[in-house]
Structure formats: C-alpha cells, structure tokens
C-alpha cells in the first residue's frame, strides 16, 4: 500500500492497479471565506493526472471542492467516482451537474468488489459525514477523516471491521470555538488527546494525522490560529504516527510493518489573508429573511425551537443589538445591551438565506462570542444544521415508514446508540467554558 498526503483530507491510496484519490481542495476559499488553506501549490494538480477513482467523504467544500474537481477533470477525464448515495443527500446529482462520465453509487455499509483481492465500504456518520474502508490482500486500511462518534460508537465501529493497518484521521477543531477566550495551551492540548482518543479503538499498527491543514480567515476569529496543532505535536504519541508531510508517500509493507517515506512535491506555507467585510445588508431585509427562515426551522421540529431562550446578537456594522426569537419567528430590535455572539450585517444574511447557511457560518468560524457567553447558541446551531442537513424532526419521522429511512437509522446504529450512552454532540474542547 502506497499513501500520498496531497493537500488538507486529499489523499491517494494505491493498491494493486488501483489509484484512489480522496476529497482533493487544492485552492481557494471556503465557508464563505472562512477557511484557506495553510499550505498551497499548483503541483497538486500533478499528483491526480493518472488517478483511477475518486472517492469523496461528505459535502463540507474542503472535501467536496467544485472548483478543485472541475479542475482535476479536465486533467482526468475518465476519472471513475464513487458518489456516496444516501436517504438525505445524493452526492451523483453533484458529480453529474459537473459533467463527470463515470459515476458509481456508492451505497451505505455495502462492500464493493473492485477485484478479488480489493474493496472499499463506505460507514456514514453523523448525518453526512463518512468514513472508507479499503481492504487489499487481506489487510485494512481506515480513512476515517472527519468522523467524530463517541468511544462507544467507535470500539463498536471497530470490531465489526477487523485489525486496522494504518488509520486516518483529522486532528484540528474546525470551526468556531464556542468560548470567550481563547486559552490555546489548552485546547492545544485537548486537540492531542482528541486525536489520541479518536483512532485509540481501531488498535491500528499506525495512523497518519491529516485533513487539518486550513487556517480561519475571518477577523472575528483569526485569533483560533494560535490554537492549531500541527505533526510536530502529535509525534510525541510515539512511533505509531507515522510523520508523513503534504507532498510526501508512505509506502507501506503489512508483512513486515515496515514503512518509507519519499517527497514528491514541495507544497509551501500560503500567505494568510483575513477578510476585510464591508457590504451592510439594511435590517429590515434581515427582518424578512429571519421570519422566512426560523419559521420553516420551528415547523420542523414541531415548534420545539419555541421554548429556547432567544440568542442576543450584536450587528456590528449597524450598531444594532437584536433578539433571534423562534418564538415569535423573527428577528426583534433590542436597547443597546451585552450579546451572545458579534457578527457582521452579511453574515446574518448568509447564515438565514444561503444553502447550508448554518454551516458556513459555524464552521467559517464568521463570529465572536460576546459578553453573555454562548448562551442558547449550542441549541441554534445543533437545529440548524440538522434542518440543513435535511435531518429535522418532521423528516426523521417520515423516514420511520419507509425502507430508505429505516436503512439510514439501521447503519447507524453504533453511533445513535454512543448518543444515548455519551448524551454528547460536541468535541472535548468545546465542554469548558471560560
């Protein structure tokens, strides 16, 4: 097995006569220019030109990058995708909107064949997130990327799959971090413990950290740069991380464990930019777009949202303080009084109107938190997403009388079972508050 860290979750796996490319975000911005990326160079470009397959994880643009995939096919024309299928979203209706030739569905929890020795499967997690398994010769080899469960989800996950060779997965938070201030010595350190505690359960000979290589641009939360880790840190777990660089291929030997290292191509540091917003959007546009916007939220979930307190937002650029009522379905002006978060005019336009509003927001890191703390953001954010990812209540309801939704709950088993016992939906580093 031969593994090429390209740039961020990209990725190549080679087996037998099979190149595997994964999730490749080789230029711009993301998260409604939240996110760039740390290291850039054009000759990641090179390394996919003759690629068999692509596989990509989930919708979060530094996996699924149109602009990047545009590009690579040009280059690579008869790319064969593997497009993940699943009850809530179909990642084929994408690839065919980009003129992709040779799309193959890729069904949850269903091994495909690619020879007699080869084969993929594919383990969905947290709504559209997912993890690959690649099995060549009789040996396994995990990317789990961004698939984050609890530790009873993920020991469960892992004696279903059987001995892990080498396991991948991400080691940086990405998104806002839900706190006041920021003690980066801290989080620094949870974020080790994170990653240690992630792969941990799969008991894997080896495991590369990756698909953590962005930096936050927006100004309201440059300051969580300072609270990244990189290889250097994670080294000290000890010899079973394997220090692979962007650039650089591990060969890999399952008989004996034995791996080498070879640089391919040199992928420098990007020059760090930071958003400069200027664009006010008039409130009382907002005002529309807010009633619009919390009430389909609020009929979701069967007017649940209803008895949350309501979030206190400070409009910078207006000089407006304004309640987010799911009461009363929209926004309401407020005296001039301390707020749970600081944001920008069209942060809230893109946060309450764009496709995945809630994630460009969230994940783009697009504001403060203010004096208040986080209050009632942890419950905002959670429905949100939920009714973005098209996962409300109304709809998972729906999916208890049909074969597709009971399949989607059936292959998630292990992860809905950890919520019950963890009865936690976020990472370590964000439980304390300051």
């Not at 806002?176 to 980066?184: M, P, Q, V």
């Not at 709809?395 to 292959?411: A, I």
Request: hydrophobic share 40%; glycine share 4%.
């Amino acid at each position: 097995m031969k593994i090429t860290l390209i740039n961020h979750a990209s990725c190549i796996f080679e087996f037998g006569s099979y190149k595997l490319l994964c999730d490749p975000w080789f230029e711009g911005f993301i998260f409604g220019g939240g996110w760039g990326l740390q290291y850039e160079s054009k000759k990641c470009y090179e390394l996919v030109k003759n690629s068999t397959h692509l596989w990509v994880s989930h919708f979060h643009e530094d996996h699924l990058n149109r602009k990047t995939l545009i590009k690579i096919l040009e280059i690579n024309p008869e790319l064969i995708i593997f497009a993940n299928d699943s009850c809530n979203f179909q990642m084929s209706k994408f690839f065919k909107s980009i003129n992709s030739k040779n799309i193959i569905s890729l069904d949850e929890r269903k091994e495909f064949l690619l020879s007699n020795n080869s084969s993929i499967k594919r383990y969905p997690a947290t709504g559209i997130d997912n993890a690959l398994l690649i099995k060549h010769c009789g040996y396994n080899y995990l990317n789990l990327n961004d698939v984050v469960l609890s530790k009873v989800a993920l020991k469960a996950l892992a004696k279903e799959m059987g001995p892990i060779e080498i396991i991948m997965s991400n080691f940086n938070h990405a998104g806002k971090i839900l706190k006041s201030s920021i003690n980066k010595n801290k989080i620094r350190k949870s974020l080790i413990e994170n990653y240690q505690n992630n792969i941990e359960p799969f008991n894997a000979k080896y495991s590369i950290p990756f698909a953590s290589y962005h930096y936050y641009r927006a100004p309201e939360s440059s300051e969580q740069n300072s609270a990244m880790i990189g290889m250097d840190e994670l080294q000290s777990l000890g010899n079973s991380v394997i220090p692979i660089k962007l650039g650089e291929r591990v060969s890999y030997n399952p008989l004996n464990k034995e791996f080498k290292i070879k640089t391919l191509i040199d992928v420098p540091k990007s020059n760090k930019e930071t958003i400069k917003r200027s664009n006010k959007i008039e409130f009382e546009e907002l005002i529309i777009l807010s009633k619009n916007y919390l009430s389909k939220v609020n009929k979701s979930f069967l007017y649940l949202p209803a008895f949350f307190k309501s979030l206190i937002i400070n409009i910078y650029d207006l000089g407006l303080v304004i309640k987010l009522s799911f009461k009363q379905n929209k926004i309401l002006l407020l005296k001039e009084q301390d707020s749970h978060i600081n944001m920008h005019s069209s942060v809230l336009k893109k946060w309450l109107s764009s496709l995945y509003g809630t994630d460009q927001t969230c994940v783009g890191a697009h504001f403060s938190i203010g004096k208040l703390g986080r209050g009632p953001l942890l419950k905002y954010i959670t429905f949100c997403m939920l009714f973005d990812n098209k996962l409300d209540l109304v709809r998972l309801l729906k999916m208890l009388f049909t074969y597709k939704g009971l399949k989607f709950f059936f292959n998630r088993r292990e992860e809905i079972i950890g919520l019950i016992f963890s009865r936690s939906f976020i990472a370590d580093y964000q439980k304390e508050i300051d």
